[in-house]
Nanobody, 130 residues
Framework: QVQLVESGGGLVQPGGSLTLSCAAS????????MSWVRQTPGAGREWVSI????????NYADSVKGRFTVSRDNAKSMLYLQMNSLQPKDTAVYYC???????????????????????RGQGTQVTVSS
């Protein structure tokens, strides 16, 4: 079955950097568009970035553009998110999520103009604070 294991989160000071990793299995990773989605109790879910299966196309939310970089290693079925110039507003649980069909709608799916993404991992907590 689909498994997504996020790691690399932690506590970092404003202006600092972190690299998140996601180990994927149970599906054709190299053929799957992937996103990072973050969630906070107050703001809910926010789409962060997207990368095509071959890694050729990427896109970012305006809130992270220029600071975050998404990448993937299809040989290892790994997804990454390099986060620089972190700000307190980046504090959230971060999930890697594969592009999935919007039907049937389920609570795990986060649907955006870029498509629907299944948040099936446990996420990794990023806290930006001094």
């Amino acid at each position: 079955q689909v498994q997504l294991v996020e790691s690399g989160g932690g506590l970092v000071q404003p202006g600092g950097s972190l690299t998140l990793s996601c180990a994927a299995s149970g599906f054709s990773f190299s053929a799957t568009t992937m996103s990072w989605v973050r969630q906070t109790p107050g703001a809910g879910r926010e789409w962060v970035s997207i990368i095509a299966g071959n890694g050729g196309n990427t896109n970012y939310a305006d809130s992270v553009k220029g600071r975050f970089t998404v990448s993937r290693d299809n040989a290892k079925s790994m997804l990454y998110l390099q986060m620089n110039s972190l700000q307190p507003k980046d504090t959230a649980v971060y999930y890697c999520a594969p592009l999935v069909s919007p039907r049937p709608p389920t609570p795990e799916k986060h649907c955006t103009p870029h498509g629907c993404f299944a948040m099936r991992g446990q996420g990794t907590q990023v806290t930006v604070s001094s």
